[in-house]
């Protein structure tokens, strides 16, 4: 299974743009990229998912350059509501057996 | 759509006693799985059930953890003697078949503290 490697923490301010970066050096070649965003009192949830290049949602983007040994979650104007923590996944798409790591700690502040 | 319910809440217990959390699913998920966080770091899987086959326990503690799935339905896991280094949150969560990475739906934990 790929290992994966994120900041410890960041902190935002309301408005700006957060890009957080995964490292996955040993990602392979049926390896699919995931993200999970977990608030407080509660277990994570999904937030977005990509192979290759650019994936866009309603709630963020997903740059993935072609060598894939890395990815960056990008979170547009963020509020203080986004203030939690987000991992970084990365195994076979269809199978559900990657491991979270401990993930990015994103603090917005007013 | 109903979310993956868990119960209960919270649990304080003392080191040596036994606990048991209890994990119903999104109705139709044939993938149940249990994961313990501890405070600061990411959700670490301890078992994962095929309906009601186990397909990884491979990180359960066998001599103090336990878990079933009757019926391919609700889980149970149970803690028996529980050791301070027990204390975390246990989740729970549920997906579908091919869904994979995607697809975790996860309760909001069952908070356990032994003292």
């Known amino acids: 299974l790929a290992k994966t490697t994120q900041p410890i923490s960041m902190d935002s301010y309301e408005g700006q743009e957060v890009n957080i970066t995964c490292s996955h050096n040993?990602?392979?070649?049926?390896?699919?990229i995931t993200w999970y965003q977990q608030f407080p009192s509660q277990g994570p949830r999904f937030i977005i998912q990509?192979?290759?290049t650019k994936v866009t949602n309603e709630v963020a983007s997903l740059f993935i350059p072609a060598d894939r040994k890395s990815s960056t979650l990008s979170l547009p104007r963020v509020s203080l509501s986004d203030t939690a923590v987000y991992y970084c996944?990365?195994?076979?798409?269809?199978?559900?057996?990657?491991?979270f790591g401990d993930g990015t700690t994103l603090t917005v502040k007013p | 759509e109903a979310g993956v319910a868990q119960s209960p809440r919270y649990k304080i217990i003392e080191k040596r006693q036994s606990v048991a959390f209890w994990c119903n699913p999104i109705?139709?998920?044939?993938?149940l799985y249990w994961y313990q966080q501890i405070l600061g770091q990411g959700p670490k899987l301890l078992i994962q059930?095929?309906?009601?086959?186990?397909?990884?326990d491979s990180q359960l503690p066998k001599d103090r953890f336990s878990a079933e799935r009757l019926k391919g339905v609700d889980s149970t896991l149970k803690i028996q003697p529980a050791k301070l280094e027990d204390s975390a949150v246990y989740l729970c969560?549920?997906?579908?078949?091919?869904?994979?990475?995607?697809?975790?739906?996860f309760g909001s934990g069952t908070r356990l503290t032994v003292v």
């Open positions: 990509g192979y290759k």
């Open positions: 040993n990602i392979a070649t049926n390896d699919y």
């Open positions: 996944l990365v195994g076979e798409g269809n199978a559900g057996k990657s491991t």
């Open positions: 969560a549920s997906s579908s078949p091919g869904q994979g990475d995607r697809g975790y739906t």
């Open positions: 109705s139709g998920h044939a993938t």
């Open positions: 059930f095929q309906n009601n086959g186990v397909v990884d």
